[in-house]
């Protein structure tokens, strides 16, 4: 058996991984705010384990606790953490930002990535298995992009906190591998809010209007496969941060 968690599991990309793993001698634990019935009829369609959670991220204290009180309950196995979710403030000039949304941002997308990978890694330590965390970046991460500061800076820090986790986990026998990944552009609910954006506040957003124009967007069940196949490499973990479309 293979364990497989997905955050941010309800739609888009964490949805169509969490979907595509569903598969015979998985086990997977979908977490999100809501996750629908459906995903459990497709587990059980395809003799697949599936965990589902209605868990809010913004409490990342909360869901990281949850998380390794459940795993010191389960069997040792090769495991992997799929930390995807992300929340999206509003595109607007970081001084004209509602603050609520900004918390929200910081606390889903770095806050909650940084404490699961904590619990992951502190309750998995003595199973003696191959262990992954697989952080879904962003390029915007890498690049700043005026209006998008809360989402920027969240990529960027999974981006650094992966490097370092891979230093402490290589420092270990057996430690885990750590892969902050950027999945390339995807046609999901963010890409349809970016490109909605008032311009005044968000002038970036007519080259949003132009990938979706020019077919540039991948499907998330497209970008997922992608995803997978990337986190089963042999060479997982080699370089800590990377691009989907580059590898």
Same mark, same amino acid.
């Given at each position: 058996?293979?364990?497989?968690?997905?955050?941010?599991?309800?739609?888009?990309?964490?949805?169509?991984?969490?979907?595509?793993?569903?598969?015979?001698?998985?086990?997977?634990?979908?977490?999100?705010?809501?996750?629908?019935?459906?995903?459990?009829?497709?587990?059980?369609?395809?003799?697949?384990?599936?965990?589902?959670?209605?868990?809010?991220?913004?409490?990342?204290?909360?869901?990281?606790?949850?998380?390794?009180?459940?795993?010191?309950?389960?069997?040792?196995?090769?495991?992997?953490?799929?930390?995807?979710?992300?929340?999206?403030?509003?595109?607007?000039?970081?001084?004209?930002?509602?603050?609520?949304?900004?918390?929200?941002?910081?606390?889903?997308?770095?806050?909650?990535?940084?404490?699961?990978?904590?619990?992951?890694?502190?309750?998995?330590?003595?199973?003696?298995?191959?262990?992954?965390?697989?952080?879904?970046?962003?390029?915007?991460?890498?690049?700043?992009?005026?209006?998008?500061?809360?989402?920027?800076?969240?990529?960027?820090?999974?981006?650094?906190?992966?490097?370092?986790?891979?230093? =402490?986990?290589?420092?270990?026998?057996?430690?885990?591998?750590?892969?902050?990944?950027?999945?390339?552009?995807?046609?999901?609910?963010?890409?349809?809010?970016?490109?909605?954006?008032?311009?005044?506040? @968000?002038?970036?957003?007519?080259? @949003?209007?132009?990938?979706?124009?020019?077919?540039?967007?991948?499907?998330?069940?497209?970008?997922?496969?992608?995803?997978?196949?990337?986190?089963?490499?042999?060479?997982?973990?080699? =370089?800590?941060?990377?691009?989907?479309?580059?590898?």
């Amino acid at each position: 058996m293979k364990l497989y968690i997905v955050t941010g599991a309800s739609r888009g990309l964490g949805r169509a991984v969490a979907e595509q793993l569903l598969q015979p001698g998985h086990h997977v634990l979908a977490i999100a705010r809501r996750i629908e019935p459906d995903l459990d009829t497709l587990a059980r369609a395809r003799s697949a384990q599936l965990t589902s959670w209605s868990q809010d991220l913004a409490d990342a204290p909360a869901a990281a606790n949850r998380l390794a009180d459940w795993l010191a309950q389960q069997p040792p196995a090769d495991a992997a953490l799929i930390n995807n979710a992300a929340a999206l403030s509003t595109p607007a000039p970081l001084g004209d930002s509602d603050l609520g949304e900004l918390s929200v941002a910081a606390r889903v997308g770095l806050e909650a990535p940084l404490l699961l990978t904590a619990a992951f890694l502190r309750a998995t330590q003595a199973w003696g298995s191959d262990r992954r965390v697989l952080n879904i970046s962003s390029g915007l991460g890498r690049r700043a992009m005026a209006g998008s500061a809360s989402y920027c800076a969240v990529k960027a820090g999974m981006d650094h906190f992966s490097r370092a986790v891979a230093l =402490e986990e290589a420092a270990r026998p057996g430690g885990a591998r750590i892969v902050s990944l950027a999945p390339g552009i995807i046609d999901t609910d963010m890409q349809v809010q970016l490109r909605g954006a008032d311009r005044s506040r @968000f002038p970036d957003g007519a080259q @949003f209007e132009a990938f979706k124009a020019e077919g540039r967007l991948d499907s998330p069940d497209t970008a997922a496969a992608k995803v997978l196949r990337f986190l089963a490499r042999a060479d997982f973990g080699q =370089e800590p941060v990377s691009d989907v479309r580059q590898a």
